[in-house]
């Protein structure tokens, strides 16, 4: 076997690939820089979401004349020079790779200029430098990159459409606004301003990204427990989000994504939080050095703890603190009793249809019957019960019907309805059997087969909305939603971006008209992690809760007419017979199984 030391071409290719995964991972790198350079103005500008263009500039130290060259080299960095440097980072960047990794699949021009020496523009493309000369400019630095991937094209296809890559960076900017409120921040977006952040405090920094929606729902944490110091921001009770992209945890100054964090904070909060929803916060961890290592992987996006369960704990406690006053206090609620409430008596329907395209019909012509001197018949033989545990040692009380779709047919042979029990089941007798049906689980089914089946062949009828709905979202969340929206729209939702910061629902189905459109939202957003199928689960749970709505209840007397067309529609359909939920439709009883209950054969 032969082994090849390979070129810096080929190497700077691979680095690439880890440091270089898309334009968001380009503009991290680029500001990360100008902040480890002392600068407290910076802007991002980027055009067709960094794919085309991204160039950040800043006003911090500048680079010699004679070092610019270097940048471009692997593993070349002014913050590190030993190996135990490694043990004390104090700075964003140490890699002294991405640089090096960006030139190699984009072409980039560097200007900078220090305060008392000469000015340079250097230009390279593809790795290869192109041109070096002297240049005049404030003090600082500015890195253009532009077409990215011109020279990778297999690596261009695997890029997402501009605007979801836009979002992205949008919601790395914020992370960077958060974690560097003294730093003035301008990010503009194919020439329109998104962010313009002047340095002021955490607080003006949240007012900025997130607006009065939630800046208005925070409550201030400060803390400190030993070498531990704590302090930010976290939504107060009541007030909470369908997912996590609302978190931000900052560790000594660096944008992280950590979970030990997460969870703490959800511990704090865990008994006032609904299921489904999380807590929002932006906390800013001073931790010791030595207490973390950074060197984890080369996205710098996460990082260990020496102690977690230490860090754990304090975050916890710090939480608690900001909302309770103390780590111990709890809520108090009102314990009056509720006084009682009279409810109106509720009549039941007049008739049912079993076609799902049929509204149910309601009127008030429901005639009363009267009895009049109708007597139950009394039976002067008392019935005795023997001892039923011979029954309950050899007798299996019932067998039920297999859960994929049944060759059986209901209504053919020798077949009699015996009526209904219970107001719930309808009894069937067919060839030694005895079928148990809940008619309920059956037209619930029904339903959900057949509006299932609309779905697939898309022959959902769709409504225009007289007023669209609008609702704000973060940038990942605009990217999910975006990335469901043919799937949204084949099934009758139509959504788009509408600003920089909103969606906009125009249209529904008007199977689902009736469904609360914040919450649906809520739901698509829940744990955007999710595998989402063509079909998003979120529609067939609502599809589920309509076909329930829709099906007819148990309680409700049906007549002979009523019964037959559920049966026929059961024998046409040949459905699972479960229910959407799971629940069973058909029980069977076999004669032998009565015998044996009443020792006619052993």
């Not at 030391?5 to 898309?22: P, W």
């Not at 003090?139 to 890029?159: D, H, I, M, Q, Y």
């Not at 039920?400 to 779709?405: F, G, Y």
């Not at 469904?515 to 595998?531: G, P, R, S, Y």
């Amino acid at each position: 076997m032969k082994i090849n030391i390979l070129d810096s071409s080929v190497y700077n290719h691979i680095s690439a690939g880890e440091v270089v995964e898309k334009p968001a991972s380009i503009v991290k790198e680029l500001v990360e820089n100008s902040i480890d350079a002392g600068a407290n103005q910076i802007v991002v500008e980027i055009k067709r979401g960094g794919i085309d263009y991204i160039c950040v500039s800043d006003n911090g130290s500048g680079i010699d004349y004679g070092e610019v060259e270097k940048v471009f080299v692997p593993h070349a960095t002014s913050k590190l020079a030993t190996v135990s440097d490694l043990d004390h980072i104090c700075t964003l960047g140490f890699r002294g790779e991405a640089m090096a990794s960006i030139a190699s699949v984009a072409r980039v021009t560097l200007e900078t200029q220090t305060r008392d020496g000469q000015g340079c523009i250097y230009k390279i493309n593809g790795g290869v430098k192109q041109s070096q000369s002297p240049y005049s400019r404030n003090p600082g630095t500015s890195v253009a990159v532009e077409n990215l991937f011109f020279n990778t094209p297999a690596r261009a296809k695997f890029l997402r459409k501009a605007k979801m890559e836009e979002n992205e960076i949008t919601q790395l900017i914020s992370r960077f606004i958060f974690a560097n409120p003294n730093i003035q921040i301008d990010y503009i977006v194919d020439d329109s301003v998104v962010y313009s952040h002047h340095a002021g405090d955490l607080f003006s920094a949240i007012c900025c990204v997130y607006g009065l929606d939630i800046s208005q729902n925070v409550a201030k944490v400060e803390y400190c427990e030993g070498d531990i110091k704590i302090n930010g921001y976290v939504s107060r009770i009541g007030f909470s989000k369908p997912n996590k992209t609302y978190q931000t945890t900052i560790i000594n100054g660096r944008y992280v994504v950590d979970e030990i964090v997460s969870k703490a904070v959800y511990y704090a909060l865990e008994d006032y939080l609904m299921t489904r929803q999380y807590p929002v916060f932006i906390l800013n961890i001073t931790i010791p050095i030595e207490d973390i290592d950074v060197n984890v992987h080369p996205s710098k996006l996460n990082i260990k703890f020496a102690d977690p369960q230490r860090v754990s704990d304090i975050i916890t406690s710090a939480v608690r603190q900001a909302l309770f006053t103390s780590p111990k206090q709890k809520i108090e609620f009102n314990t009056q009793p509720v006084q009682s409430v009279v409810l109106p008596e509720i009549k039941a329907d007049a008739g049912v249809s079993f076609n799902p395209d049929v509204e149910p019909v309601e009127t008030d012509d429901v005639k009363e019957i009267s009895l009049g001197d109708y007597s139950p018949v009394v039976f002067d033989t008392k019935v005795v019960m023997q001892d039923t545990s011979y029954m309950q040692e050899h007798v299996k009380m019932t067998e039920t019907v297999p859960v994929q779709k049944q060759d059986i047919k209901i209504l053919d042979g020798d077949c009699k309805i015996i009526g209904e029990i219970f107001e719930t089941y309808i009894l069937v007798e067919k060839e030694n059997e005895l079928l148990i049906i809940d008619f309920h689980a059956g037209h619930e089914r029904l339903n959900y087969d057949h509006f299932c089946k609309m779905m697939e062949n898309k022959q959902l009828a769709v409504q225009d909305m007289l007023i669209p709905y609008t609702q704000r979202v973060n940038p990942a969340e605009m990217n999910y939603l975006l990335s469901m929206q043919q799937d949204l729209h084949e099934i009758g939702f139509d959504i788009d971006q509408f600003g920089q910061n909103d969606i906009r629902i125009s249209t529904m189905p008007v199977l689902l008209k009736d469904i609360n459109i914040k919450a649906f939202v809520d739901d698509l957003l829940f744990d955007m992690k999710l595998h989402k199928s063509k079909t998003p689960y979120q529609i067939k749970n609502y599809l589920m809760q309509t076909s329930c709505k829709n099906a007819v209840k148990s309680g409700f007397i049906l007549n002979k007419q009523e019964i037959d067309e559920l049966l026929s529609k059961i024998d046409k359909d040949h459905p699972v017979l479960l229910c959407p939920h799971g629940r069973p439709i058909i029980y069977k009883l076999t004669r032998s199984m009565v015998d044996r209950w009443f020792k006619r054969i052993v």
